[in-house]
């Protein structure tokens, strides 16, 4: 049984270097496994340090247009009311000028009106002769000889006059 105790006690001893052998490589494999892990880790933080710095980059972008837009904004507004303005007074001076139309337009026509009753009543009263006195032989009456003759100075009686 001696034999078999140094058998043993030799057998115990490969394993232990086998153990040993075993215990060294799950060791070995562990502190690899831990360095992948680190650097898993490592390039997680550096990964979520990127997003939040683009995250801040598009946000601060964002704020940025934000605020180009509402000056924009404003300038458009005032350009708007400026419009505004402008169209109304356009708009006042334009009722203004048809109002002044209208009435030039019905001042011509009564203009027009006169001068037709004017003619119209010199060619009931005109004779060959005052014809060529007055406008010659086309017939057409000079209005400023027509009111000589047709409407002559009237004389007040005297008993007027003393009062």
Not at 58 to 61: A, N, Q, R, T
Not at 96 to 99: G, P, Q
């Given at each position: 049984m001696a034999?078999s105790?140094?058998?043993a006690s030799?057998g115990?001893s490969s394993?232990?270097?086998?153990?040993?052998g075993s215990?060294g490589c799950?060791?070995?494999q562990?502190?690899?496994?831990?360095?992948?892990k680190r650097?898993?880790?490592?390039?997680?933080?550096?990964?979520?340090?990127?997003?939040r710095m683009?995250?801040?980059k598009?946000?601060?972008?964002l704020?940025a247009q934000v605020?180009q837009?509402r000056?924009?904004?404003?300038q458009?507004?005032q350009?708007?009311?400026?419009?505004s303005?402008?169209?109304?007074s356009?708009?006042?001076?334009?009722s203004?000028?048809?109002?002044q139309?209208?009435e030039?337009?019905?001042?011509?026509?009564?203009l027009?009106?006169i001068?037709?009753?004017?003619?119209?009543?010199?060619?009931?009263?005109?004779?060959?002769?005052?014809a060529e006195?007055?406008?010659?032989?086309d017939g057409?009456m000079?209005?400023w000889?027509a009111?000589?003759?047709m409407?002559?100075?009237v004389?007040a009686?005297?008993?007027i006059?003393?009062?």
């Open positions: 034999s105790s140094t058998g030799s115990s394993f232990a270097l086998q153990n040993s215990e799950v060791q070995e562990n502190q690899i496994m831990d360095q992948r650097k898993r880790m490592i390039s997680n933080r550096e990964s979520a340090r990127r997003s683009r995250k801040q598009h946000l601060d972008d704020m605020g837009l000056g924009e904004n404003a458009i507004l350009s708007l009311n400026v419009t303005q402008l169209y109304l356009i708009e006042a001076e334009n203004v000028l048809s109002a139309a209208a030039l337009s019905n001042r011509l026509q009564s027009n009106e001068i037709t009753y004017v003619h119209s009543t010199s060619l009931l009263f005109e004779t060959d002769d005052q006195v007055l406008g010659g032989d057409f000079n209005s000889n009111s000589a003759w409407n002559p100075p004389m009686p005297a008993d006059l003393m009062y």
